[in-house]
């Protein structure tokens, strides 16, 4: 059944069209497309292009699942999907979906893994679930509940599930829009493993140049429903104008080698960037940060100590010992490897919880002495997915819900002023669910905006963003500074508190570690590597560099050098 | 606001808590505690349950039926039932039971309706107390396992193991949504007589959380389909060879054997108790 035929490339597509039922137009317009077996290939195009559409004709999914009219022919190791099922297809294809955790059915790991081969009544299954849990270092996790694991070892054991299979192809959908770079890259690196042990085709829809770069061999550019072109990776990111154009914007290093060495080979790794800006003279002084005056305190922890209950009955402790205040006109970014208690400590300032010990007090309100529902007009809290916050049917109502109940004069105003500067007037009366990512973040800002809290808490507000929707997000917050007296954002994206951030917090243990500013976060290897961060691409190279303190944007680490150094100098060091 | 400052002082409770229900439930479904039928083969566990689901609506004897109840019991405290599903049956049976009491006092009934609602009650009670050791016995795996082996349709055995599997995100994300009433809703009224302003706001929070709720499942369920497809769900539905290998680890043992060979025992045993001594008293 599986392997199809040996000589055939792995994915041949001629002519291919395909309508969903009951659309007004082609979702694929005339697809021409051929993936060689064993190579690693990045689908990329802006929201839209049809990406996914095109991967779900890999494994019969379309035509067979979603039947609408299809034309032309989908070869996968030279089997037509057309007269195979979705069940023999996915002998050749596996797919792991961009919210993996759905895909996930049965209780635990083990059974997980195994549920595809016993359910064709394969009898080496338990070979192939043990073989397939190996190849991606789950094996220890195998008697685990799949909803106790970390976003990243679900994707683990998603892929894992399909390779049990002993697909010819895997599709992975977008592996860094629900995890944090430093996971993606796990993922990244599983691929590539598998990809070299045992000659798999990948095929990856990914929005991030800077992963394309780094693990794709060829990239399809894919705009309106069909392939521009199907390019080596370098020739591809070479084409930087274009890439722009649809919405992808190259990795910070190559933006860097261009403006500094115009004319070089496109760079695709760090060291190979450091490689080629090394005959560049870059000693022009850092801009000079000035920290805001400290304002006077918003929030404050004395003595915090706070952990959960566990279903075996323990106590882990989450949060040991934290003492902190957070100030007016401060921009504070929370840091940390998950379990850190970033969400925690976001919950206790909103009063939902309250600490074992210790006290958190809000403008001086101790949260134990009032409900969660009169700190509410004070602290608002955004949570990671963004639909859980979508309690009404139309983004107006859900804008409107707070003031309204508050009996805020004037909220429908207010409402339209929020609306307004989120720029979502137009799509107002949709229900919040309908929107893309992008315009579901800016729809919860718009909640935490109509609350006018002094202080916002913001969780992982650019999580399973692409990179424009989440420049729009970012400047959104940088608007934000004159309504709220002080904003608190968790996070993985370093490129967000390089960009955004005055102040960060490193939480690791329970314990913030670090209170420190961004520069100087990214120059401390140590505290990173404790914390599983990884720093923007621009802030590696310039490491690499040697330049002290490292540039945050590519705009600094151009602003440092030849042409405008002797202006910079004139700024002095901070 | 300066009284209510006074007067509040939260804290973080371990028992009680929505935190606290939330954790009891899991250890309901995944059968952590471990326990005399925990350990035995589903099919068996199932087969037992059936017998006390059954023979209490066999007799009318009060004799046979507390022997019954007892048994019962005992099987509650050696499967080590959680303090929150005995404590919610300890109550509904202590509610019924003085339900009883008022009904026939009040409606001018005598000791024959005391007995006959009294002889109802006890019936519900033990095939409730037999229900809660049964299935706090059976994580999710087994349950499935078991309805498989016992050729309930495959759609039921995965529906239940999906149920399970479903529970834990249901149950976070329903906490997620009702914490946002809390904090966007209006701010809570003054509590009223009983606290029946707060019980009618949680009640309607509750039921207004179901709609972000339902629609945010909706979402979720549509990969869950296509990913079942792709991976032989409905092959297998088709097939048997999968069957075979799911329920080819169930294997019984001796023990499992003596365990419903006690349980017969100890039903005979309850009625030849109720023949010897029965109640209420026969005529004749």
């Not at chain 1, 919210?99 to 009544?121: C, H, I, K, M, Y």
Request: glycine share 10%; with cysteine; hydrophobic share 45%.
């Amino acid at each position: 059944m599986s392997g199809g035929d040996p000589g055939a490339p792995a994915v041949e597509i001629q002519g291919l069209r395909f309508r969903y039922p009951g659309a007004g137009a082609d979702t694929l317009t005339g697809v021409d497309l051929r993936v060689e077996r064993g190579d690693i290939t990045a689908v990329i195009g802006g929201n839209g292009s049809g990406k996914t559409t095109l991967c779900k004709t890999f494994n019969g999914l379309v035509p067979h699942y979603w039947s609408g009219s299809f034309e032309g022919t989908v070869r996968v190791c030279g089997t037509d999907t057309r007269t195979a099922s979705v069940a023999a297809l996915s002998h050749l294809v596996g797919y792991v979906y961009q919210d993996f955790g759905n895909q996930l059915v049965r209780p635990t790991v083990r059974d997980e893994v195994s549920f595809a081969p016993v359910n064709f009544g394969l009898d080496d299954h338990a070979e192939r679930t043990e073989e397939a849990m190996e190849l991606l270092g789950v094996a220890h996790l195998a008697d685990r509940f799949t909803w106790q694991l970390s976003g990243g070892q679900q994707h683990l054991v998603a892929l894992a599930s399909v390779l049990a299979l002993r697909p010819e192809v895997v599709v992975v959908d977008e592996p860094v829009a629900e995890l944090d770079p430093a996971r993606a890259e796990r993922i990244y690196e599983a691929l590539t493993d598998l990809n070299a042990r045992l000659g798999t085709t990948v095929v990856v829809i990914e929005h991030h140049a800077e992963f394309v770069a780094r693990y794709a061999r060829s990239v399809v550019l894919m705009a309106d429903g069909a392939p521009v072109w199907h390019l080596p990776v370098r020739e591809a990111l070479e084409r930087h104008d274009e890439l722009d154009r649809h919405g992808i914007p190259a990795p910070q290093i190559a933006q860097a080698v261009r403006a500094l060495v115009p004319g070089a080979p496109v760079p695709l790794t760090v060291p190979e960037a450091a490689r080629a800006l090394a005959g560049t003279p870059l000693g022009g002084a850092a801009p000079a940060r000035p920290a805001p005056p400290p304002g006077e305190a918003v929030a404050e922890l004395a003595g915090v100590h706070h952990g959960y209950r566990e279903v075996g009955g323990g106590l882990t402790p989450v949060l040991r010992g934290i003492d902190l205040t957070l100030r007016s006109g401060e921009r504070v970014a929370l840091v940390g490897g998950n379990g850190a208690g970033k969400s925690t400590l976001l919950r206790l300032l909103t009063g939902l919880k309250v600490p074992r010990s210790g006290t958190v007090r809000v403008e001086g309100t101790d949260t134990r002495a009032v409900r969660p529902a009169d700190l509410a007009d004070r602290v608002c809290h955004l949570y990671q997915r963004p639909e859980q916050m979508f309690l009404k049917d139309s983004v107006r109502e859900d804008i409107a819900m707070f003031p309204r109940a508050r009996g805020v004069p004037d909220t429908d105003r207010l409402v339209d002023t929020v609306l307004e500067r989120i720029r979502l007037a137009g799509l107002a009366d949709r229900d919040g669910r309908l929107l893309s990512g992008g315009q579901q973040r800016r729809a919860t800002l718009g909640i935490g905006l109509a609350v006018r809290p002094a202080l916002l808490l913001l969780d992982e507000p650019t999580s399973s963003l692409d990179t424009a929707s989440r420049d729009a997000v970012i400047a959104m917050l940088d608007a934000l500074a004159d309504t709220i007296r002080c904003t608190v954002v968790a996070t993985h994206d370093m490129h967000l508190v390089a960009t955004w951030a005055q102040r960060v917090l490193v939480l690791d243990g329970g314990r913030v570690v670090a209170d420190t500013d961004p520069a100087a976060l990214f120059a401390d290897p140590g505290l990173m590597a404790a914390a599983g961060l990884v720093p923007p691409q621009v802030v590696r190279l310039g490491l690499e560099l040697g330049l002290e303190p490292p540039p945050l944007s590519v705009a600094e680490l151009l602003g440092r050098g030849p042409a405008t150094t002797g202006r910079r100098a004139a700024d002095g060091r901070r | 606001m300066a009284a209510a400052e006074r007067t509040r002082d939260r804290r973080e409770r371990d028992t009680l808590s929505v935190e606290w229900v939330k954790l009891e439930l899991l250890r309901t479904a995944y059968a952590t505690r471990g326990g005399l039928l925990a350990s035995r083969d589903p099919r068996f566990v199932l087969g037992w349950y059936l017998v006390f689901a059954v023979v209490p609506w066999l007799t009318h004897d009060l004799t046979v039926l507390t022997g019954l109840f007892l048994v019962c019991a005992a099987a509650v405290v050696l499967s080590r039932v959680g303090p929150l599903i005995l404590g919610l049956f300890v109550f509904g049976f202590v509610l019924e039971s003085g339900y009883l009491l008022i009904a026939s006092w009040f409606f001018g009934g005598d000791l024959g309706t005391v007995l006959a609602l009294a002889e109802l009650t006890l019936k519900l009670a033990t095939v409730s107390l037999a229900s809660m050791a049964a299935f706090v016995s059976l994580d999710p795996e087994k349950l499935s396992d078991a309805l498989l082996a016992l050729h309930a349709p495959a759609m039921v055995a995965f529906g239940v193991s999906y149920g399970y599997r479903m529970l834990p995100v249901l149950m976070e994300e329903f906490h997620t949504v009702v914490d946002g009433y809390r904090l966007r809703a209006a701010p809570p009224p003054p509590p009223g007589f009983l606290g029946w302003r707060a019980v009618v706001r949680v009640g309607t929070t509750v039921v207004a959380a179901f709609y972000p709720l339902m629609l945010n499942t909706a979402k979720r369920t549509r990969t869950t389909v296509e990913a079942l497809e792709t991976k032989g769900f409905t092959y297998a539905a088709e097939h048997p060879a999968g069957r075979r290998i799911r329920l080819a680890h169930l294997r019984a043992d001796r023990w499992d054997v003596l365990l419903i060979a006690v349980t017969v025992l100890l039903v005979a045993a309850c009625f030849a108790l109720g023949r010897a001594h029965p109640l209420p008293v026969q005529p004749g």
